[in-house]
């Protein structure tokens, strides 16, 4: 397999890039779509109307550069029938990504409808309004908000001719969610990680300081009663240039090896960064370019060998389980498919808080993730793994509920936000490579005056930028414990 190809030595792990994730509206907002058909577009501009969903629309983040979100007001319900002139009012400003914005328009504008309805038949039923001329004095479409006159010159709210037609025909569509509170639009939490359809040539202007997987060779074909020995492989990042030194904070890469009893050939198998880390975990600011420029793929590297000392001497080199020769060909397959649509490192793994069981906003992609990934797969294809423990690093942001900012052309492209585009940039400056140490240590206050004293994170996923509210402690490196699979079958042919 060409595609998976290796270095000698573990150069650490890291490789990314984002994109936003598609989240589906509630059944209700399917449900108003449909029902809407042709007359889509003279409904949508009810959106103006919309009520603010729980005052997070238009809420003001500290620092929140976003200066093109405005906030969807309420309004209250005696608008909610007002003349047509009202309700062609444009929905101007919302920026936070198309379908959202329509998301938004749709969750306020059925709100509406549902508060409308209800008072109106609320109104109908205990009025007990009978049906005699002399009660109404007028009943006109472009009467003030809806109203009319009864008989005592008292007036009575109801809903007019189209506007009655139109609430109609959104509650048929709505009825399965009418009798309950209508629930805004829910992200799906941890966002998924994308794949993709092929993987792309890298950019000429990425240079990787040690070259990526240069012993790297295919994946042979085992011979199918072959025995095969799958060993865990863990050492620091970097262990081949600063030996321990980031071993003591448990910033470790991680590896699998395999040796076939057949040939008495052994093998390494690892996921890394194709240009290092910190190109993974933050793009260039180049010259005549608004965007930033990022440099993070990553691929699986497989090369004959496994350097005994590397692994042995500041890390784990031990032996996990057996496998048969048919097992590592499925196993070779897998890796081809998983090399060729997860191409983009993701560094950070952001969550809630320090609780285990708190929310996990987006999860990292990287090395270890490879790893557990690939035994995860010898698990369904049969492989009994030892009761060993195995702990792996993780790199932890933590924020409050992440805000969805848009893509690269959203942002930074003809039509995109300049003052959003210029904060992003503006953030990301201080994590250039420095050349002095002086340099270091002035953008190092810059770093710590925005993500701590100012809560303000740009996080880069999936091709799209989140905005994350920073909360204590900011940012920990954990290294903890992930059981090793159980798969549902025993292993055959071992």
């Not at 919309?50 to 629309?57: E, H, N, P, Y």
């Not at 008292?154 to 048929?172: E, F, I, Y």
């Not at 492209?413 to 340099?439: Q, S, W």
């Amino acid at each position: 397999m060409a595609a998976a190809r290796s270095s000698g030595p573990s150069r650490g792990c890291s490789s990314r890039r984002p994109r936003a994730a598609q989240h589906p509206p509630c059944c209700c907002c399917c449900a108003c779509a449909c029902a809407l058909g042709a007359g889509a577009a003279s409904i949508l501009r009810l959106g103006a109307c919309s009520q603010q969903r729980s005052g997070k629309a238009g809420r003001v983040l500290r620092g929140d550069p976003r200066n093109a979100v405005t906030p969807l007001h309420s309004r209250s319900t005696s608008e909610s029938c007002s003349a047509s002139s009202r309700t062609s009012q444009r929905l101007s400003g919302v920026r936070v990504g198309g379908s959202e914005a329509v998301l938004e328009a749709a969750y306020g504008l059925l709100t509406r409808t549902s508060a409308t309805l209800k008072e109106c038949v609320a109104v109908r039923v205990s009025r007990k309004l009978k049906p005699q001329s002399s009660q109404v004095t007028s009943l006109r479409d472009d009467s003030p908000h809806g109203w009319f006159s009864s008989g005592g010159g008292r007036k009575t709210r109801v809903c007019s001719g189209p506007r009655m037609l139109l609430l109609l025909l959104l509650a048929a569509a709505w009825g399965p969610c009418f009798s309950g509170e209508l629930r805004s639009p829910q992200r799906r939490w941890p966002v998924p990680y994308r794949r993709f359809d092929y993987r792309p040539k890298t950019d000429p202007y990425c240079q990787a300081r040690y070259t990526f997987c240069p012993t790297g060779s295919a994946i042979p074909v085992m011979k199918e009663e072959d025995v095969i020995e799958v060993y865990r492989l863990q050492a620091p990042v970097w262990e081949f240039k600063y030996g321990d030194l980031l071993g003591h904070l448990k910033i470790m890469h991680d590896a699998v090896g395999f040796k076939s009893s057949l040939t008495g050939k052994n093998y390494t198998m690892e996921w890394y960064e194709l240009f290092q880390l910190g190109n993974c975990t933050f793009p260039h600011l180049r010259p005549g370019m608004d965007a930033p420029f990022w440099c993070n793929q990553g691929a699986a590297c497989f090369y004959e060998g496994i350097d005994d000392a590397h692994w042995k001497e500041n890390g784990t080199l031990v032996l996990m389980t057996t496998i048969s020769g048919t097992m590592f060909n499925e196993m070779a397959k897998w890796v081809k498919y998983d090399n060729e649509t997860g191409i983009y490192y993701e560094t950070w793994t952001v969550q809630a808080s320090l609780d285990k069981k708190s929310t996990v906003w987006f999860d990292s992609y990287e090395c270890s993730k490879f790893i557990l990934r690939t035994y995860q797969k010898l698990a369904d294809l049969g492989a009994v793994f030892k009761k060993i423990q195995t702990n792996y690093t993780s790199i932890i942001l933590f924020s409050g509920e992440p805000i969805y900012l848009g893509n690269e052309t959203s942002i930074f492209g003809p039509l995109g936000n300049r003052t959003l585009a210029a904060a992003i940039r503006d953030f990301y400056y201080p994590f250039k490579p420095h050349r002095t140490v002086g340099e270091f240590f002035v953008d190092l206050l810059k770093i710590i005056d925005r993500v701590i004293l100012n809560h303000q994170f740009y996080l880069f996923y999936n091709l799209e930028y989140w905005f994350l509210p920073m909360k204590f402690p900011y940012l920990k490196i954990v290294y903890e414990e992930v059981p090793l699979p159980i798969g549902s079958k025993t292993s055959f042919g071992v």
